[in-house]
């Protein structure tokens, strides 16, 4: 588990690098992923469906996002994109496309449906996540 949160991290970083985020922020979006990553193995581990993993993951990305976007003085999309990137199923959706070129497209649409499925609980819980906060934020403010 410790290895996979390292990696997350990693990745999570590595992919501000490649969006050129502010350098002081690249270890922030580290660990921004690393954490939706954790929230992830949590979920999976006590028999939580992947789909709704992940839409637990993203719920806490974007949480996370908007708490240090705040204290940084930062835009949210700068830890929220790179706060996604190891919850996104890049694998699946090769494997369903190894399956089409493989001719085995009972298997294809399968992975394919899941792969989307995944993607759109990740875009739900960005979505969601923001939503709750303008509306927390809105009933503060009255």
Known sequence: MLEQLVISFIASA?????????????LKCGFVGMLG???????TGRGFDEIL????ASIVVTALSQVF?????TPIIVFSVAGVIPLVPGG????????VV???????VQLAAKAFMISGAIAIGL????????????????
């Open 69 to 73: 976007a705040r204290l940084y003085k």
């Open 127 to 142: 979505m969601f996540s923001e939503v709750v906060y303008l509306l927390l934020r809105r009933v503060r403010s009255r």
């Open 37 to 43: 990553w954790l929230v992830y193995l949590l979920l």
């Open 92 to 99: 699946l959706a090769y494997d369903a496309m190894r399956s």
């Open 14 to 26: 590595g992919f501000g690098i490649v969006f050129n985020v502010p350098k002081d922020t690249l």
């Open 53 to 56: 993993a992940s839409l637990g």
């Open 102 to 108: 493989e001719n085995r497209y009972d298997q294809a």
